[in-house]
């Protein structure tokens, strides 16, 4: 039995408007991988011409959680059908083309997407797993798509393609929500400053605690001289500071310190004998 489906919002404006068309798919594995991968990126609008084996178990399975994108599918005999409703009608490509095309790249395409939002339907197509689309099928799309792959290995899993512009198709439209700036899903999480991080950054007086605490330490293990200190804790102070430490990660280089200060007092003790205070991090 395949994974029931877990609960979406579909959160896009794009859920219904966008739709992802499946050219002739040969391993039904690939569409469950496709609507998972819209379902990630709030999604569900699959459309596919003629797969070789749908619904079947393998693609429900691959699906992993997304059977509802699977459930709404939509299964048709053809190209023109899959499309005949739409108003704009993009295809993926990795060939060039001896008569020039209009071509964007994934970003691009996702910012003309985006365009057309109440204005009709948008058709997103991808082909065949082992040679793409046709030059008959891409010529009945407005705009090509190019994924800029690595040219000396360019071939990329159909479910592969579908994440790329199913990602960029969400990344357009968190960006331009209002207050956007202070999206949590667009925002990177990279210090105590940030909004998101668990702990509190160090205050300036708990850090001074520790470069003191970490000088004692150093020079009672004979690794820091106090009469020729050179640029050792100048450097170490900058290596700290630059790391932006939380509490927590204070109170445990801290806890560390004096694990460090009872050995070198005795020797004959190993810290592993030793009950060790620890700190619930």
């Known amino acids: 039995m395949h994974k029931p489906a877990l609960p979406s919002t579909f959160d896009l404006p794009a859920r219904d408007y966008v739709r992802v068309v499946m050219m002739e798919t040969s391993h039904s594995g690939n569409i469950g991988a496709v609507a998972r991968a819209m379902k990630n990126m709030g999604l569900g609008n699959l459309c596919l011409v003629n797969p070789r084996a749908f619904p079947d178990e393998t693609s429900y399975a691959r699906a992993a959680g997304a059977s509802d994108v699977l459930d709404r599918a939509r299964v048709v005999s053809s190209l023109d059908e899959a499309i005949e409703d739409c108003v704009l009608v993009m295809g993926t490509s990795a060939r060039g083309r001896k008569v020039p095309w209009p071509v964007m790249s994934p970003t691009d395409a996702a910012r003309q997407v985006g365009d057309y939002h109440g ?3 948008v058709a997103v197509v991808f082909g065949r797993e082992n040679n793409g689309l046709s030059n008959e099928e891409l010529q009945r799309c407005h705009v090509h ?3 800029p792959t690595n040219p000396d290995y360019s ?3 159909v ?4 994440q790329v512009m199913c990602y960029e198709i969400r990344m357009e439209y968190l960006r331009g929500l209002e207050n956007s700036d202070s999206n949590p899903q667009l925002k990177a999480i990279n210090s105590p400053e940030d909004p998101g991080w668990d702990v509190p950054p160090a205050t300036v007086s708990e850090l001074e605690g520790f470069f003191s605490h970490l000088e004692d330490t150093l020079a009672g293990i004979d690794f820091h001289r ?3 200190p050179r640029q050792l804790m100048t450097r170490l102070r ?3 500071q630059r790391a932006r430490p939380d509490q927590m990660e204070v109170n445990i280089l801290r806890g560390i310190l004096t694990a460090v200060q009872k050995s070198a007092s005795d020797p004959s003790a190993g810290v592993s004998s030793k009950k060790q205070d620890q700190t619930d991090v």
Do not use: F, Q, T, W
């Open 155 to 157: 071939s990329l899993n």
């Open 238 to 240: 900058r290596l700290y």
């Open 226 to 228: 106090r009469d020729n």
């Open 159 to 162: 479910a592969m393609a579908v």
């Open 145 to 147: 798509i190019h994924i």
């Open 119 to 121: 204005k009709g339907e």
